[in-house]
């Protein structure tokens, strides 16, 4: 086939199309004729995401300022003749890389195991046979035959069609069935209103018809959206920014001691070389070697919890991202709506009004009006109505089979609903369409918006119509129905966010397919109105407050309509009063200032496209907003890729939709999602905590060794102890910090700004005075013991211990900035309570054991002195304690003025 001219497929005649494809509409294409466009245009298929090799994955965890510090650190030490840091060192970093390369391997695995194994079937017509083949064995030409239940499988445009519907929510958002033809509509028609055009990944709920592939793999529509989404600019997370940002304030506060101490030295008149070597272990020093593994191990644990709660991480730092996340942008059908349509309202001919409870397709629920219970053995009206939306219909409900749990429609989701509202009514679909069969029937008219079926029993005849209200009540008897009352109940039901149907019947008279509806005018009875919609999620609402408490707005980013969209946000609490829902058009005729002015009105973002939902994400992110977008169809991928945090749904959610998000819902539930957003806010809080205690610990070290320094004292530490502490010490309760569970309000605080800083302000002075405590208690004490004239390998024994001790007095300290560490439960958490135990007993094992006492240089300890060590060393605890109490001393007072 000859390279063609682009041709917009929906506006051109088909027999134009088929000429032009060189294909024949009833015989389709010839083996060879295939094999020459397969070699031309290739599978028919989006090429899978490259999933990286190990080794490179395994590469990518040493991408950290931070590690490239430590490098630095390595190789000083190494010059220096320290060849035992240096290793430690090295050691920790590699640590660091393998924790973080297993963790998103793991993440790779588990979202393998979503991926559905079959390979899409479809039917064509080849060499003038019917046959089946894979859809990725599809090229442009062939002629899909197509029926009610089918995947499409390329992008395709019909040559016939009856009465035949699809649902493009994967693509278009569009949550209802679209009825398809073969009519042309205009150049400039949007991808929902291409009605004589079928797409890829979308779904046949009813009907029949015949097609001819217009385009196959990156050429189709979802192809189009999948290398929007490659192209979109992932950012970077809110960690890596402070990471990066952090590690070049380290770099300078390092250089900075390094001047100073070397000034210092020199002014003393100390030896260049020696100032220099103490200037440059001082700076090696200033770096915490435990942060890195601690920042990996944080995230590491908050994906396996998040993973426990049915959300997979696909990439490592997304975990704390989601914890700082400040605008959900969130797709509306299937993830705050079941994508189960439901009859809840239902209007009699008398003007009464039935309710309808239950959702979805399970037949479970009653019908009620007046607060009496209704069912159509008992209620003659009731009973017309529903027989009639059971026999004029073409779907069918499936009961649960095997392992099934879910009721599920086969056809056309809203013609199954009434079906559902049947069963609930006491009408049984089987045993009525046995005694009633049909003999005729005039389909859905797209144009017409109303179907129409014959059925005969016994020598009787019914003529059973179904329809749009504007359309059937037309067609209704003035003498059955108040038509100005029912016209305006139909519009208040519409303006609830509930598609209306009425129903109407005639009795005892042929239906004349050919003649259409225009004969029945002014003769059918009014049998009722029913209105149904996709309901939301039970636990949404519920979880949509907790957003909302934790300072989290939620937006709706719908290809649903208008009026439909900001209801249901209404309703969930996601509108709130003065807020404004924007279409596509309205939103197309926005510049980008005046889109960015109406952010904080608008709740619910109507009928949007692909990179109008890109626009989005990046107007909340240019506010310095953190945005999660969430999303299940294909076109979603470009936003989740763009948004700070892509958040798909694992079961009804498109592959290019998983492949483009960085955290995978498993169970479609966004109440998940708000606790995947506890777990990553419990994630950065203990992770402030782990910042907290090394700092704490590395700078009082600094300060005790600068001091005795400028003050002319022997070093109150030697390098091994130095050493031991920064390692096995700290090592011993560092990661057991991040194990802390929750608090408890973590959903009461608001999210982190996204230019805040690793070490804030208010950490930054309870930094001073922890350090501030502890070295004024370690370095008095040197001074005392040294005055008192004893051994001074016991001296330095001593403050070595003592400095021990202020470390884990501290890491009580750092377990929560408010709550008291006497009254805050430390048994909850057993890794500390361990790691406490096991620090205590390595530092016993140093002191006492006389070949470790000959490696780090210590002596035993008299027992008298040991509970001295200890008194002093609590002195960082009662200090901070009493910060503590006047911190929620402050904050009590402020609520009570409030």
Request: proline share 4%; hydrophobic share 45%.
């Amino acid at each position: 086939m000859q390279a063609l001219s682009p041709i917009i497929w929906h506006a051109v005649e088909s027999g134009k199309i088929v000429t032009a494809l060189q294909t024949d509409e009833q015989a389709g294409l010839s083996s060879s004729e295939v094999s020459e466009r397969q070699k031309q245009h290739g599978p028919n298929e989006l090429p899978e995401d490259k999933h990286k090799p190990l080794w490179r994955v395994f590469a990518s965890q040493f991408a950290s300022p931070l590690i490239y510090i430590l490098f630095v650190a390595a190789v000083i030490s190494f010059a220096m003749g320290h060849a035992s840091d240096a290793v430690v060192i090295l050691i920790v970093v590699l640590i660091n890389a393998l924790i973080g390369a297993v963790q998103e391997g793991r993440a790779e695995h588990s979202m393998m195991a979503l991926r559905k194994l079959s390979a899409l079937k479809v039917r064509i017509v080849r060499d003038g046979k019917e046959s089946v083949i894979e859809a990725r064995e599809l090229v442009p030409g062939d002629i899909l035959l197509l029926g009610a239940g089918d995947q499409v499988g390329a992008d395709a445009r019909l040559l016939e069609a009856a009465a035949l519907e699809a649902t493009e929510a994967e693509l278009t958002g569009e949550s209802l069935p679209v009825v398809k033809s073969t009519e042309l509509v205009p150049d400039d028609a949007g991808l929902g209103d291409r009605r004589n055009m079928i797409y890829s990944g979308t779904h046949l709920t009813a009907g029949r018809g015949r097609a001819v592939v217009v385009a196959t793999g990156l050429q189709t529509e979802v192809g189009k959206i999948a290398s929007m989404t490659t192209s979109a600019e992932q950012p970077k997370t809110p960690l890596e920014v402070r990471l990066k940002q952090f590690g070049n304030w380290l770099v300078v506060a390092s250089i900075v001691l390094f001047v100073l101490l070397l000034g210092f030295g020199l002014m003393r008149g100390i030896p260049f070389v020696t100032i220099f070597m103490v200037s440059i272990s001082q700076m090696v020093s200033m770096v915490p070697e435990g942060l890195p593994v601690a920042m990996t191990i944080a995230l590491a644990v908050g994906m396996q919890r998040m993973a426990r709660r049915g959300a997979i991480v696909r990439r490592l730092a997304a975990v704390e991202t989601l914890g700082s996340t400040s605008i959900i942008c969130s797709d509306k059908t299937g993830t705050l709506t079941k994508n189960e349509m439901t009859v809840t309202r239902l209007i009699l001919p008398d003007g009464r009004q039935v309710e309808a409870t239950g959702a979805g397709y399970s037949p479970e629920g009653r019908l009620h009006a007046s607060g009496q219970d209704l069912s159509a053995k008992d209620d003659a009206a009731l009973r017309s109505l529903l027989e009639a939306i059971t026999l004029c219909n073409d779907a069918n409900l499936v009961a649960p089979e095997g392992e099934e749990t879910r009721w599920r429609p086969l056809g056309d989701p809203t013609e199954a609903a009434l079906l559902t509202v049947a069963h609930k009514g006491s009408v049984e679909p089987g045993t009525l369409l046995q005694h009633w069969p049909r003999h005729a029937e005039i389909p859905f008219d797209s144009a017409e918006k109303m179907m129409a079926t014959q059925h005969g029993h016994g020598g009787r005849h019914r003529i059973l119509f179904k329809g749009a209200p504007e359309k059937l009540l037309t067609l209704c008897d003035p003498a059955t129905l108040d038509l100005d009352q029912v016209q305006q109940t139909a519009e208040e039901l519409a303006t609830q966010a509930l598609r209306v149907l009425a129903v109407a019947e005639i009795h005892d008279v042929p239906l004349d397919v050919e003649a259409g509806f225009e004969p029945w005018r002014g003769r059918l009875s009014f049998l009722g109105l029913l209105g149904q919609m996709d309901p939301p999620r039970e636990e949404v609402k519920a979880a949509v407050a907790e957003c909302l408490e934790a300072g989290i707005r939620p937006v709706m980013v719908t290809g649903d309509h208008k009026a439909t969209g900001l209801a249901i946000a209404t309703e969930l609490g996601i509108a709130r009063p003065g807020d404004i829902a924007v279409d596509s058009a309205e939103l197309e005729a926005m510049s980008e200032g005046e889109l960015r002015g109406s952010l904080d009105r608008i709740s619910v973002f109507a009928r949007v496209h692909p990179a109008q939902k890109l626009r989005i994400v990046k107007a909340f992110q240019s506010q310095k907003q953190v945005v999660a977008m969430t999303g299940d169809g294909v076109n979603d991928a470009p936003a989740l890729a763009a948004a700070d945090v892509g958040v798909a749904m694992g079961i009804t959610g498109t592959e290019v939709a998983k492949g483009a998000a960085k955290i995978v819902i498993t169970d479609d539930n966004f109440a998940t999602i708000v606790k995947a957003i506890e777990e990553g806010r419990l994630v950065y809080q203990n992770l402030k905590k782990v910042v907290l205690f090394l700092f704490a610990t590395s700078i009082d070290e600094v300060a005790i060794l600068l001091l005795a320094l400028l003050c002319g004292y022997p070093l109150p530490l030697a390098a091994v102890q130095i050493l031991w502490i920064n390692i096995v010490t700290e090592g011993a309760v560092t990661v057991n910090l991040i194990m802390e569970g929750l608090e408890g309000d973590e959903m009461r605080r608001q999210p982190t700004p996204k230019n805040e800083q690793l070490i804030t302000g208010a950490m930054l002075q309870r930094l001073v005075l922890m350090v501030s405590t502890a070295v004024v208690a370690v370095f008095g004490f040197f001074l005392w013991r040294q005055a008192s004239g004893a051994p001074f390998a016991l001296v330095q024994t001593e403050t070595f211990t003592l400095v021990a001790v202020t470390q884990w007095f501290n890491v009580l300290n750092c377990r929560s900035a408010l709550k008291s560490s006497i009254s805050f439960d430390i048994l909850r958490n057993r890794w500390l309570v361990g790691g406490l135990i096991l620090g205590n007993a390595l530092h016993i094992l140093v002191i006492y054991n006389a070949s470790m006492n000959r490696i780090f240089h210590t002596v035993p300890i008299p027992l008298a002195d040991v509970a001295l060590l200890g008194l002093i060393g609590s002195s960082v605890l009662w200090i901070e304690e009493i910060r503590k109490w006047r911190a929620r001393r402050r904050l009590d007072q402020g609520a009570g003025s409030a």
